[in-house]
Structure formats: C-alpha cells, structure tokens
C-alpha cells in the first residue's frame, strides 16, 4: 500500500514508512524505485518506546501526520481466534455472511479470488476511485437501478 500510494502519478501522497530496523529496507526499496526520497521516505520507529515515537514525530517535516496505518501483527490469541471462528463457520449450518448481500461488490470479490496477494483489487479499486471517479460514480449509480429489489434473484437455502 505504501508503495502503490508513493507511486502515484499526481503525486499526491508522501509516504513514510517506518521499521524499527533499517537494515531490512531492502525489499521495500526495490519495490519502491525511484519514488525513494521523493514521495517515500523512511523513518526508524519501534512503537513499543516511547522515546523512539517522540523521535519519529520530531523528525517528520512540520511534525504533521494525516494517516497511521499499522502494519501485519500476528499474535498468538489472534491466529487462535481466527482459527475458532473458522470452526464455528464451518461446522454451522446456517453461518453468517453465506452469500453476498449486495451485488454492487462482486466485481471487487471477484477480483479478490483471482489473486491471492489481494494486489488486484486494490490496484483496481484504487485506479477506479482516483483515476476514474466520475466513471465509477455514473457505473454504481447504473448499478444500483439494475440491480433495485424487484430484479434481485432470490437465494436458496437448503435449510
């Protein structure tokens, strides 16, 4: 993501990425190319100090941040609770969330199945909302009357 945001054409985004160890800046600077220190930068920051963030806030320009966005944190109780619910999922008969709601997300779902790296739809829904916003707004609104309560095809359920 903030690669994708860094490489934007309009040059709209600045992007610090942090890691508390610089060292592994490797892959991220490959992805990067030449969007390195000019809309990407990096910063050193271990969120567990509480010195390390007064570090990284005083070295950022005007000591302005808009978004944080985490990144992949996988703990112990968070693979167990996903694991659980997976079960409780699986052995339901009725579970939750079975069939898509809204058709108005299916191309974006569809894009999800088709890679697993989940590269494809972001990239798409991205170049759809920045690239495309008055295309997407005329396409959803075409969507939505088509796809009115009175065309929906009802579900089946074997229960």
Do not use: W
């Amino acid at each position: 993501m903030a690669v994708m945001l860094a490489k934007d054409p309009q040059k709209r985004f600045h992007v610090i990425a942090t890691m508390r160890d610089l060292k592994r800046k490797d892959k991220l600077l490959e992805a990067a190319g030449d969007t390195y220190e000019k809309t990407l930068s990096l910063a050193v920051l271990d969120v567990c100090s509480d010195e390390s963030v007064k570090q990284c806030i005083n070295g950022i320009k005007d000591r302005h941040v808009d978004v944080l966005k985490p990144g992949p944190v996988h703990t112990e109780f968070e693979a167990k609770m996903m694991q659980d619910c997976t079960v409780k999922v699986v052995e339901s008969s009725r579970p939750r969330f079975r069939n898509l709601t809204n058709p108005l997300y299916s191309p974006i779902v569809a894009l999800k199945y088709a890679d697993d790296t989940g590269n494809l739809s972001v990239r798409a829904f991205y170049h759809m909302l920045f690239n495309m916003g008055s295309v997407m707004h005329v396409s959803m609104t075409v969507m939505k009357y088509l796809t009115c309560g009175c065309l929906r095809s009802r579900t089946i359920s074997p229960n």
